[in-house]
């Protein structure tokens, strides 16, 4: 029996409780549209509209077209770990819905004002009601359109301190349009669109197989760049597509991961992504993927997050080799062929297709079945070019093709070229020293010194282009390029919105090289992203420089002349002969006369 104590313990009030359930599950807009999204889909939704207003910080409104509720059940749908998904302890060991504990309603609910409106296919009228501090109030009859629209207003209007630490709306909607493109890619037979203050920013129709969803949600280049991956183990399989190590990237996106159709993170299967690719992706590239994994849900946890974002493998080691065994033979690292039977893993068989597999073949690999939620799946480097652009007297010389004026300037005793390996590094007697210069690296260095003092003196010059590039961007990129367009402006880059999520190049920075733009951009809308977190403004400007220099720079594989070579070593030399380019990597490796007697005997004599 409890007996009174001193008073410090007490129960806490229980909207407090409601308060604080809720920060854990509801911590920004776009965890309201992902919790929405995800009852909507275990309803059976075809069909799903996301409306927002000023990032989610006005209005967020979710209609599906699913089997909708009853006037009882949607009521008590806001009672705390109120759920029709789970019957006894038993059911969290499979878990086959995207949503099981019954804490979003009530926890959205808890910090914003709802409205409520819903029907089923056989009632004659639907209902309606808002819910205000937890209370219901408000009951009316509705139209009888089977499905649920949830409209969610005055986020965080009772958590001033949570209010304060958003962002602004277009940061915000850039973290919405990412939960709307997941859910996308997830389900690709489920018809999506994003509106947002009034403007459709997506628009994705049903398709019948992963491959063209992704082709509806991923740059137009994506998929040709990709490898298709597929094994399969007992009782889990991976499919998906991951990028040529010849076209990976810095940037990160997309890295996408789907267990039983739930957007998760899992450091073991990333590793095992990394793994799969082993030497050859370059160093300072990503692994670029969308991966779909399905696993029986008696052999893994989603139980582990409030979120529902970490997940845990019973088999983690047999999950972990089943993808890098599966990657490997897509970049056709694997040494042996697969074959018609199975290759032994553990004790366990692994299932492999051939090399050829052809995307839209009619196997099972190859289309995608509608399935309720959790259900599992029967399923160069050479640079584009622009016209040349003469450099003006006075002005930093310019390289825009390889038949352009060379790279020469004035000439000097101190460095003497005497030539080029694999058209990637340049060898240079350097006063009494050997020196091999990577002239990626060296290049990239010498322009990024270079848009440095521009930027600091503020006078960065823009380059127009002849001919303006459209590149097409994922719209949550889209998005975070028109909140900071102005700000590129400053560092020469001039950008035009061309269509929802396009945008026209119209001028660079003066003194960069031919540049493939897309690619380009992505590497710099990526730094963008991380411009919330930056200290100073120096802090924010120095990786868009960076990226600006990298994709400027002569890449490797381009053939120099020694008068070219002498010039890029001069440059080079004139910014104080740095080791690393602006990324990291080594630009330079050197032998002095003292270093060469010695390896070859000769100091002493």
């Given at each position: 029996?409890?007996?009174?104590?001193?008073?410090?313990i007490?129960?806490?009030?229980?909207?407090?409780?409601?308060?604080?359930?809720?920060?854990?599950?509801?911590?920004?807009p776009?965890?309201v549209?992902?919790?929405?999204?995800?009852?909507?889909?275990?309803?059976?939704?075809?069909s799903?509209?996301?409306?927002?207003?000023?990032?989610?910080l006005?209005?967020?409104?979710v209609?599906?077209?699913?089997?909708?509720?009853?006037?009882?059940?949607?009521?008590?749908?806001?009672e705390?770990h109120?759920?029709?998904?789970?019957r006894?302890?038993?059911?969290?060991w499979?878990?086959?819905?995207?949503?099981?504990?019954g804490?979003?309603?009530?926890s959205?609910?808890?910090?914003?004002?709802v409205?409520?409106?819903t029907?089923?296919?056989s009632?004659?009228?639907?209902?309606s009601f808002?819910?205000?501090?937890g209370?219901?109030e408000?009951?009316?009859?509705?139209?009888?359109?089977?499905?649920?629209?949830?409209?969610v207003?005055?986020?965080?209007?009772?958590?001033?301190?949570?209010?304060?630490?958003l962002?602004?709306?277009?940061?915000?909607?850039?973290?919405?349009?990412?939960?709307?493109?997941?859910?996308?890619?997830?389900?690709?037979?489920?018809?999506?669109?994003?509106?947002?203050?009034?403007?459709e920013?997506?628009?994705?129709?049903?398709?019948?197989?992963?491959?063209?969803?992704?082709?509806?949600?991923?740059?137009?280049?994506?998929?040709?760049?990709?490898?298709?991956?597929?094994?399969?183990?007992?009782?889990?399989?991976?499919?998906?597509?991951?990028?040529?190590?010849?076209q990976?990237r810095?940037?990160?996106?997309?890295?996408?991961?789907?267990l039983?159709?739930r957007?998760?993170?899992?450091?073991?299967v990333?590793?095992?992504?990394?793994?799969?690719?082993?030497?050859?992706?370059?160093?300072?590239?990503?692994?670029?993927?969308?991966?779909?994994?399905?696993?029986?849900?008696?052999?893994?946890?989603?139980?582990?997050h409030?979120?529902k974002?970490?997940?845990?493998?019973?088999?983690?080691?047999?999950?972990?080799?089943l993808?890098?065994?599966a990657?490997?033979?897509?970049l056709?690292?694997?040494?042996?062929?697969?074959?018609?039977?199975?290759?032994?893993?553990?004790?366990?068989?692994?299932?492999?297709?051939?090399?050829?597999?052809?995307?839209?073949?009619?196997?099972?690999?190859g289309?995608?079945?509608?399935?309720q939620?959790?259900?599992?799946?029967?399923s160069?480097?050479?640079?584009?070019?622009?016209?040349?652009?003469p450099?003006?007297?006075?002005?930093?010389?310019?390289?825009?093709?390889?038949?352009?004026?060379?790279y020469?300037?004035?000439p000097?005793?101190?460095?003497?070229?005497?030539?080029?390996?694999?058209?990637?590094?340049?060898?240079?007697?350097?006063?009494g020293?050997?020196?091999?210069?990577?002239?990626?690296?060296a290049h990239?260095?010498?322009?990024y010194?270079?848009?440095?003092?521009?930027?600091?003196s503020r006078?960065?010059?823009?380059?127009?282009?002849?001919?303006p590039?459209?590149?097409v961007?994922?719209a949550?990129?889209?998005?975070?390029?028109?909140?900071?367009?102005g700000?590129?402006?400053?560092?020469?880059?001039?950008l035009?919105?061309?269509?929802?999520?396009?945008?026209?190049v119209?001028?660079?920075?003066?003194?960069?090289?031919?540049?493939?733009?897309?690619?380009?951009?992505?590497?710099?809308?990526?730094?963008?992203?991380q411009?919330d977190?930056a200290?100073?403004v120096?802090?924010?400007?120095?990786?868009?420089?960076a990226?600006?220099?990298?994709?400027?720079?002569?890449?490797?594989?381009?053939s120099?002349?020694?008068?070219?070579?002498?010039?890029l070593v001069?440059?080079?030399?004139?910014?104080?002969?740095?080791t690393?380019?602006?990324?990291g990597?080594?630009?330079?490796?050197?032998?002095?006369?003292d270093?060469?007697?010695?390896?070859?005997?000769?100091?002493g004599?």
């Amino acid at each position: 029996m409890v007996t009174a104590g001193s008073g410090k313990i007490r129960i806490l009030p229980g909207e407090v409780v409601s308060r604080i359930a809720a920060g854990e599950v509801i911590e920004r807009p776009a965890a309201v549209v992902k919790e929405l999204i995800e009852n909507s889909l275990d309803a059976g939704s075809r069909s799903i509209i996301v409306e927002i207003q000023d990032g989610g910080l006005t209005m967020i409104r979710v209609t599906d077209d699913g089997e909708g509720m009853e006037p009882d059940d949607a009521m008590l749908a806001f009672e705390r770990h109120a759920t029709s998904k789970l019957r006894s302890d038993r059911d969290l060991w499979t878990i086959r819905t995207m949503g099981f504990r019954g804490e979003a309603l009530p926890s959205i609910a808890a910090v914003s004002q709802v409205r409520v409106s819903t029907a089923v296919r056989s009632a004659a009228v639907g209902v309606s009601f808002r819910v205000r501090e937890g209370k219901i109030e408000g009951i009316a009859e509705a139209p009888p359109v089977a499905g649920t629209s949830i409209e969610v207003k005055e986020l965080f209007h009772n958590q001033p301190a949570r209010k304060k630490f958003l962002k602004s709306a277009p940061a915000e909607f850039s973290h919405i349009s990412r939960v709307v493109q997941q859910a996308a890619l997830a389900w690709p037979f489920v018809h999506f669109r994003l509106l947002h203050n009034g403007t459709e920013v997506m628009n994705y129709p049903a398709v019948s197989s992963e491959r063209d969803r992704i082709g509806q949600v991923s740059r137009p280049s994506f998929l040709a760049h990709c490898r298709p991956v597929q094994a399969a183990l007992p009782t889990a399989r991976v499919s998906g597509y991951v990028i040529d190590p010849v076209q990976a990237r810095s940037s990160r996106v997309p890295q996408e991961l789907f267990l039983n159709r739930r957007p998760v993170r899992n450091a073991a299967v990333f590793h095992a992504v990394t793994e799969g690719y082993g030497a050859s992706l370059a160093k300072g590239r990503q692994p670029l993927f969308v991966l779909f994994l399905d696993v029986d849900p008696d052999r893994v946890d989603v139980n582990v997050h409030p979120a529902k974002r970490e997940i845990r493998f019973a088999d983690q080691d047999l999950i972990h080799q089943l993808v890098r065994r599966a990657v490997r033979h897509a970049l056709g690292v694997e040494t042996r062929p697969p074959v018609a039977g199975a290759e032994e893993a553990n004790g366990e068989a692994i299932q492999t297709r051939s090399q050829t597999w052809v995307v839209n073949d009619e196997s099972e690999w190859g289309r995608t079945r509608p399935a309720q939620a959790g259900g599992s799946v029967e399923s160069s480097d050479q640079p584009l070019g622009r016209p040349d652009v003469p450099p003006q007297e006075g002005a930093q010389l310019v390289f825009v093709s390889e038949a352009a004026e060379p790279y020469v300037r004035v000439p000097s005793r101190e460095v003497l070229p005497l030539g080029q390996l694999k058209r990637t590094f340049l060898i240079v007697q350097l006063g009494g020293d050997l020196a091999v210069i990577d002239q990626h690296t060296a290049h990239e260095r010498v322009l990024y010194e270079r848009l440095f003092r521009a930027w600091a003196s503020r006078d960065v010059r823009s380059q127009p282009l002849l001919i303006p590039e459209t590149v097409v961007l994922p719209a949550s990129h889209a998005t975070l390029l028109g909140r900071y367009q102005g700000d590129l402006e400053k560092l020469g880059l001039e950008l035009e919105p061309f269509g929802p999520s396009s945008v026209l190049v119209r001028a660079v920075p003066m003194g960069l090289g031919k540049i493939e733009m897309e690619p380009f951009l992505l590497d710099v809308l990526d730094d963008l992203s991380q411009w919330d977190d930056a200290s100073t403004v120096e802090a924010k400007v120095r990786p868009i420089l960076a990226s600006l220099a990298c994709h400027g720079a002569i890449r490797s594989g381009r053939s120099l002349e020694l008068p070219e070579i002498k010039a890029l070593v001069e440059d080079w030399r004139a910014e104080g002969e740095p080791t690393t380019c602006p990324h990291g990597r080594r630009t330079v490796f050197r032998l002095g006369t003292d270093d060469l007697e010695k390896m070859f005997g000769r100091a002493g004599w």
